[in-house]
Structure formats: structure tokens, C-alpha cells
């Protein structure tokens, strides 16, 4: 990880001029693309994560970090062949029916799509029917909700619900979050995982998934 | 360093904030009136500066111990004064023991009230808190014409034999105002009785063409209503004198309501859970109102058949459970209430115990956030009035409502703040009351508090967090970003020893524990000032979306009024510095006080302004920022603190 410490810095820093010269210049050097990817650009996120979930950086900070690193990616995706990068695993995430909070759920899909996940982000005020069928449809490893207002939270259970009915419930993980959600209203009801903010987010899902 | 040039001690705050606006009573006298607050009760006595303690009690008939009847000798009728106060008399000296003194502990008979003043009556209940709960409002001045009218009439003895009915005979008399005089059947019954007992010469009151009782003829000069402010979190009430204008008195407490959450929100999700939610919550509503309004009654001598009207005004959600209104709705997008006219009830059907004809104005509201309350605020703000000048009006509790603009075009939105504003989810946050850090000073670099009740700290409430921010962000140590550190150059060192390092995040001492209420130290964190964040950053993208839609900057506002919990009391400075506001001219920035009752006590004192309040409901335009797409770019992009120091 030495190796790429003024990438990982400006990544940190959402340099994104920085950012961008460094990653040509590994790019130039000939290193291994996944090298690059794993130890230059996850790893710098990764930081940010931790530190965000310290509160040591904010919201903007995450979003110019999660801002810089797509910006390096695009420098390097001319170069990937298919197969080369295989994504951690597939995302399913959206804010709960009658519940039009935004922010929350797009950092956690920022932060994750970072960290190699892929994402298919439903938007806000999803129902439940909406999050079975694009289960059906995109075979997730996680579906991820997002709640901000207590009203909205038992839309929660009602989706997990819906996902069992479908015959869905036995292949995915579930993870809930928002401000007003709990640890123990994850157990309440039978959630997989709780995520209080976008850093920990991404290493709840590896966890889910043994991703180390 | 020094920092609030507009910085007034506690007591001038409060003495400023407290003074009653268009009382011609004032007017005709020399004598200069104060406040005197009497705590557990809560009661808001006008007091002439200079009456003692014992003699303002007992004439509002509060129950003092006492042998001697006031004479000073046997220091009995003890009273805790809260507000700072002179040395104690030679009697005091006497009578009370040294410890009893410092607490502040006087007796009645021989404590002047010089200034506006906190009392507390039972020395031993430490758990009743004086609470910082705003009553008293700026407003504009204006003709009056009450909801409700008292006209003495006389009906002329040559008409006894003809036979007409009682009311043709009142009709006739009244031309032609109330040629269509129409009476509910309560007045009917009991009016053969009461023109006897009058002797054909009495004060009707009057209610539009509805004559609601016969009054005897001195009873007249008796009129009064009152105004409810429903908040979520406190109930304000105030008698209001019909006759001309005057607030008599006014008395506040805690929404019994609390208990089942401390927002609108976790209120709405009560009822979810609970079939009976609605009316218990319509229930606890109606017992506070009915407790408040015994006690503004007795304060002013009054029984509840003197009164005939009360005006009440809350956010949309309060207004449902006023009347019995299932409010649901409001809780998930599209947040519709069942109704947002004004609604004229009878007091009596919605539970208030008042004259049994007396009748209750419900201000109309805009929305399921847009609420009678700022609607009330805006009639006081006068901002509908105003033909050219541009009005940016903030009411700030744990929802932001924020209008924009003036009579051409009135824009309005309520910004998810938050519970932080009222100091609910930081570290050592707390309500304003006794005990709360309201305000932060940094002079001579050392930090001081402006502490509620001045005693030790217990917390700080939204105003103290607002500027003990703006105070580190002044100082250095808060970067625009909001990370709290040591700046790398000019630190003071008495902030230096604040700053306290754990698992590589700072966090700041407010106060050790020898210097706090509870014997614990108390914190500001990084965690906290990410919460201010995202409060602030709402209320300030919510501006920005109104000004962008009305197409204006920041200098084309020419005032700006703040009223609500926080709005009132924030030091329109720090407000700035944080960037709750945008960078203003300090001197254009005003507060309103209680603009909800304000606007309130206008409706009831002019029918006009009533008829406005409902016009304004439709006139308003009500700006959805949920659905707003563009209300996240500047939600984040408030998120972090403007970068130069102001003062």
C-alpha cells in the first residue's frame, strides 16, 4: 500500500488533479490493474470510510473522495477487459416507501460501489413489490434499505415480508440503516445487518458476504 | 476577541424580550411595570417596579406562609429568587441563615422587584425548572376590532306592551348592523331571565350576528380572550384584554405530550401503534389548555363564563389533535393533512371549558408542515403587508419554516432541521431551561456562559450550541470543514486545555466536573458539531431554494426576522458565522419573540387580520423540498462552515 501514498493521499484529500496525475502515472509504469484498483483507489476509500464514520470528515469531503476515485476509474476502464475486475458482490438498495430521503442511501451506494460492489439503487419511496421484482430480475447478494422518519421504518419488515413470500429471503442478505433505525430493530426484525453510517456500511456488507 | 457587540446581560435579554407592545395602559401611566415569573406555577405577573414580592403574590392570591402579614419579622414567607439579585436586607440578614442566602433564598415582604424577576416559591422543589419558554411578541400597531363585541343596549320601555318577541325587540334596537341578529338556543333560554334581571339594560356580546349572551351592563368593560400557542414541545396561553389590546397575563408548560416523543414524528407514530392515540393525545392537549386557561383566569380575577373566545395557532399536526383530527396523513410523503382552513368551532365541542357559547378560532394552515403557527408568523412579520422590501422570515425549532418575500409573492418551506436546533441528539444537549448554557462568550480569551437561571451547567440548549460553535469557528479551532482540532497557529492556550484527544478524535471540555450541575464533565464533540451540520445546512438550503425561486440574492433582503425556540434566542451573529443564515448585515436581522401567539392575539384582536390569515393560506406558495431534486446539491453544499471570521 506504500507503494501508492500520494494516490491514496489525494484520493483522501478529493484532489481530484492529484488524484488523476498519479493514477496516469501508475498507469504509465505498467502496474497491474487490479493492483492499482485494490491498493490506490479501495484502499484510499476505505480510509475514508473509517474516518467518516469517526467524523473526522463529512459529508462533502466523502462525496469529493467518492468524486476523485470515479474520476481515476475513468482513466483506467479503456484498459479493462472483461473479467478483469469482478465486483464483491450485487446491491440492492433504495429508501423505503413513503420515505423521499436521498442523501443517506447515495452515500452508502457511493461508498460501496468504491469499495467494488455493484450497485442498482432503486431511488426513494420504493415499495416493497418494487424491491422483489428487481430482486428477481438482478439476483442481489444484499438488498440494503434506507429509512430517515420513524413512520416509514415499518416498511422495513413489510419488504423483508415480501422478499419471503417471494421465495427471495433464503438468497439475500438484508441491512438496514437510517437515522432513526437500531441495532436492535435489525434483530426485531431479523434483519441480517445494521450499518450506522456510509464507512460502516461497507465493511457490515463484507462482512455479510466473508469478504475480508 | 470580544465578541457579541450586541451582547446584553441575561436579565436585559429577558427584560427585553418580556415587554407587552400596545398597551395603552402603559401609555397613560408613569408607572413603569416588570415581570415577575413565579415558578413551579408559571405565573406571568405585571408587577409596578418597586412592589414587593409578598404584595405582587398576594394580590394575584398566591398563599404565602407568613405570621407577621409582611412586616419582615417572621421570615417566613421564603421565596428562591433565580434572577441575580442585590444584597439582602438587614431583616433578611437576620431571619435567614447564611447557606439559605446564598441560594438566593429572600423573603417575600422585603424583596422589591426592581427589574424583571424569577421566583420560586417552594424552597425545596429543586425538580420544577424555570423553563425559557417565549411568550411575549413584537407586533405591529393596529386598529383594533375583536372577534367578539360587547355593546351595552338599552330597549325602550314604550315597546313593553306590543307583544314582539324579545329578539325583534333587541333586533330593532340594533339596526341595521344586526338587523339579521340570530341567538343559539343556550342565550335563549336563559334571556327572558337575564333582560328581567337587567332591567332591559345590559352588554350583549356579540359574535358576528349571533348574539351569545346578556350580560349586566358593567360587565361590559369585562372582555377578554385568549390565544393558545400549540408547539410541540410547550404550550403557551395569554389573556388578552379585548378592550385594548394588552397581554394580561400569560402562563406556559409542558406538552403532556412529550411523553410520547418529542416531535411531530415519533407523535404521528404513536398513533400508527396505538388506536387510541388520537384522543388521548386530544385528551392531554385539553387538560393543559384548560389548566393554563384556569390559571390566566384566576390571575386576572375572571371566572370561565367571562369568556367568550380563544384563538389557537400550532403546527398543522397540533391543530389535528386540537380537533380531533386524524393527522396521519402528514406522516408519509404526500404529507396530507384533512384540512388547512381556519376552522370556527365552539369551544365547548372541542373541550375547552369557556363560556358554554364561547366559540375557537383555529388558524388556518398552508400544509402538513406549513402550519397555523407560521402563518402567524408571517401576519407578524407584517411581511404580506409590505409592498417592495423583501422579508425572509425563520421560525426554528426542530422543523425550520422559512418564508420569503412580501405582498407581490409570499414562498414558503419547512426544512427537516432537526432535532439538534433544540439541542435533542448532542452529546450534552438539552431544552432551554433552568440550567442550559444559552449563550457563549469568548473575552480576553476565556470562554464564558450565559447559563439559564445562572446556575451551574447542566447542558447546552440550541442557541449556547450555535454559538459555542461559532465561537471555535472564530477561534480556529473548528475548520470550515468541521473537524475540531487545535488550529496550527494563533491558539489560546485557556482553549488548549479544553481540547481533549480520545481514539484520535478532539472532543472540547465545556465544563469539568467541578464546574458542572451534575459533578460530570460535559463535552462538545466532533459528533455533535456533524449533527449542527446537517441542521444547519437544511435551514440554509431551504433559504437558498426559496431566493432561487423568487430569483433574488442575499442583498435584495432587506430584513429578516427570526422567531421560534432557537430563533429567538440565537445571537444573530453566530447564526451568520455558522452559516445558518447567509452573510447578512447583523443590523437587519430582528427577532419576533413568540411570533406565534403574536399572530395569533392579531386575529383575535381584528377580524381583519383574521380574514388575512385565511387569504395569506391561499396566497402562500408552498415550496415541497423532499421532491425538490436540487435541495441536495445545496443541502451539501452548505454542510460545510463558511470560512471568514465576521467580527
Redesign the interface.
Known amino acids: 500500500m506504500g507503494e501508492y501514498k500520494a494516490l491514496n493521499g489525494a484520493v483522501l484529500k478529493g484532489d481530484i488533479n492529484t488524484a488523476t496525475a498519479e493514477m496516469q502515472k501508475a498507469i504509465d509504469a505498467d502496474k497491474n490493474v487490479q493492483d492499482i484498483i485494490d491498493n490506490g483507489l479501495i484502499a484510499a476509500m476505505d480510509e475514508v470510510g473509517e474516518r467518516f464514520s469517526?467524523?473526522?470528515?463529512?459529508?462533502?469531503?466523502m462525496?469529493r473522495a467518492a468524486k476523485t476515485m470515479q474520476e481515476c476509474m475513468k482513466l483506467i476502464e479503456p484498459l479493462l477487459q472483461k473479467g478483469d475486475v469482478t465486483p464483491k458482490g450485487k446491491v440492492l438498495i433504495g429508501t423505503v416507501?413513503?420515505?423521499?430521503?436521498?442523501?443517506g442511501k447515495?452515500l452508502v451506494s457511493m461508498m460501496m460501489e468504491s469499495a467494488g460492489f455493484m450497485i442498482t439503487d432503486l431511488g426513494v419511496?420504493v415499495p416493497p413489490e418494487k424491491f422483489v421484482q428487481k430482486a428477481q430480475e438482478v439476483e442481489p447478494d444484499i438488498v440494503a434499505m434506507s429509512a430517515l422518519?420513524?413512520?416509514?421504518m415499518?416498511a422495513m419488515p413489510q419488504t423483508i415480508e415480501a422478499l419471503g413470500k417471494a421465495g427471495l429471503r433464503a438468497k439475500v442478505k438484508v441491512m438496514i440503516g437510517g437515522?432513526p433505525v437500531t441495532e436492535n430493530y435489525a434483530h426485531e426484525i431479523r434483519a441480517d445487518a445494521y450499518a450506522s453510517d456510509a464507512g460502516s456500511a461497507v465493511s457490515k456488507a463484507k462482512k455479510l458476504l466473508g469478504i475480508s | 476577541m470580544r465578541k457579541h457587540q450586541l451582547e446584553t446581560p441575561q436579565h436585559e435579554k429577558f427584560r427585553r424580550g418580556k415587554r407587552p407592545i400596545g398597551t395603552s395602559v402603559l401609555k397613560k401611566s408613569r408607572t413603569q411595570y416588570v415581570w415577575l415569573n413565579v415558578l413551579p406555577d408559571d405565573l406571568w405577573l405585571k408587577v409596578r417596579q418597586g412592589e414587593t414580592v409578598w404584595g405582587a403574590l398576594k394580590r394575584e392570591g398566591v398563599e404565602l406562609e407568613s405570621d407577621c402579614g409582611g412586616l419582615g419579622k417572621c421570615g417566613k414567607c421564603k421565596v428562591r429568587v433565580l434572577s441575580s439579585i442585590g444584597p439582602p436586607s438587614k431583616e433578611e440578614e437576620e431571619l435567614l441563615d447564611e447557606e439559605e442566602l446564598k441560594q438566593g433564598i429572600r423573603l417575600a415582604c422585603r424583596t422589591e422587584v426592581d427589574k424583571d424577576f424569577v421566583i420560586h416559591t417552594e424552597e425545596t422543589d429543586f425538580e420544577a425548572e424555570y423553563f425559557q419558554i417565549l411568550k411575549t411578541g413584537h407586533r405591529p400597531f393596529f386598529h383594533t376590532q375583536p372577534l367578539i363585541n360587547k355593546r351595552l343596549i338599552t330597549l325602550p320601555p314604550d315597546l313593553l306592551d306590543e307583544g314582539i318577541s324579545e329578539m325583534d325587540r333587541i333586533k330593532m334596537v340594533m339596526v341595521p348592523e344586526y338587523q339579521d341578529l340570530v341567538a343559539p338556543i343556550h342565550c335563549l333560554r336563559t334571556l327572558p331571565e337575564r333582560l328581567d334581571a337587567t332591567d332591559y339594560h345590559g352588554a350583549a356580546v356579540l359574535h358576528e350576528n349571533s348574539l351569545l349572551a346578556w350580560q349586566d351592563w358593567e360587565e361590559v368593560d369585562c372582555h377578554f380572550g385568549l390565544v393558545y400557542d400549540l408547539g410541540t414541545s410547550t404550550l403557551v396561553g395569554k389573556l388578552i384584554s379585548l378592550i385594548d389590546g394588552s397581554e394580561v397575563a400569560v402562563v406556559s408548560c409542558l406538552n403532556s405530550q412529550m411523553k410520547y416523543g418529542s416531535n411531530v414524528i415519533s407523535r404521528l407514530k404513536y398513533l400508527q401503534d396505538h388506536a387510541n392515540g388520537l384522543e388521548r393525545f386530544h385528551n392531554l392537549l385539553i387538560n393543559d389548555l384548560n389548566r393554563i386557561t384556569t390559571r390566566l383566569l384566576k390571575a386576572a380575577n375572571l371566572q370561565p363564563n367571562d369568556v367568550f373566545i380563544a384563538v389557537a395557532a400550532g403546527n398543522t399536526t397540533m391543530q389535528h389533535f386540537l380537533l380531533t383530527l386524524d393527522p396521519s396523513g402528514i406522516a408519509e410523503a404526500p404529507f396530507s393533512p384533512v384540512l388547512t382552513d381556519g376552522l370556527i368551532v365552539g369551544a365547548a365541542a372541542v373541550g375547552l371549558e369557556l363560556h358554554p357559547e364561547a366559540l375557537c378560532y383555529v388558524m388556518p394552515t398552508k400544509s402538513g408542515y406549513i402550519g397555523g403557527d407560521l402563518i402567524s408568523v408571517i401576519l407578524t412579520s407584517g411581511a404580506w403587508e409590505q409592498e417592495d422590501e423583501i422579508i425572509l422570515g425563520l421560525d426554528l425549532g426542530t422543523n425550520g419554516e422559512i418564508f420569503l418575500g412580501n405582498h407581490k409573492r409570499l414562498l414558503t418551506c419547512s426544512a427537516a432541521a432537526g432535532p439538534a436546533l433544540e439541542g435533542a441528539t448532542i452529546s450534552h444537549g438539552m431544552i432551554a431551561k433552568a440550567g442550559a448554557i444559552e449563550g457563549v462568550s469568548v473575552e480576553a480569551d476565556n470562554v464564558s456562559y450565559q447559563i439559564i437561571g445562572n446556575i451551574k451547567p447542566k447542558g447546552v440548549c440550541g442557541s449556547g450550541l450555535v454559538d459555542l460553535v461559532a465561537v471555535l469557528l472564530h477561534c480556529g479551532y473548528i475548520n470550515h470543514e468541521g473537524l475540531l482540532r487545535p488550529p496550527r497557529k494563533n491558539r489560546i492556550e485557556s482553549l488548549d486545555s479544553k481540547m481533549i484527544k480520545r481514539a484520535g478524535v478532539y472532543e472540547f471540555l465545556i465544563a469539568s466536573a467541578e464546574e458542572s450541575y451534575s459533578s460530570r464533565p460535559m463535552y462538545l464533540t466532533q459528533k455533535d458539531i456533524r449533527e449542527l451540520q446537517l441542521a444547519k445546512a437544511a435551514v440554509a438550503a431551504g433559504i437558498q431554494i426559496l431566493m432561487n425561486d423568487m430569483g433574488i440574492v442575499t442583498e435584495d433582503i432587506k430584513h429578516v426576522y427570526l422567531a421560534g425556540a432557537l430563533g429567538n434566542y440565537v445571537d444573530p451573529l453566530s447564526a451568520i458565522r455558522t452559516g445558518l443564515i447567509p452573510r447578512f448585515n447583523p443590523e437587519i436581522v430582528t427577532s419576533l419573540g413568540n411570533a406565534a401567539s403574536t399572530g395569533a392575539s392579531m386575529a383575535l384582536l381584528s377580524k381583519n387580520y383574521w380574514r388575512m390569515a385565511n387569504e395569506l393560506s391561499d396566497f402562500i406558495e408552498h415550496v415541497e423540498l423532499s421532491s425538490r431534486l436540487d435541495f441536495n446539491e445545496f443541502f451539501v453544499e452548505n454542510m460545510d462552515f463558511p470560512k471568514g471570521n465576521i467580527w
Do not use: E, M, Y
Open positions: 469517526k467524523g473526522l470528515l463529512f459529508v462533502p469531503q462525496l416507501r413513503g420515505d423521499l430521503h436521498d442523501i447515495n419511496d422518519l420513524s413512520t416509514t415499518p437515522a
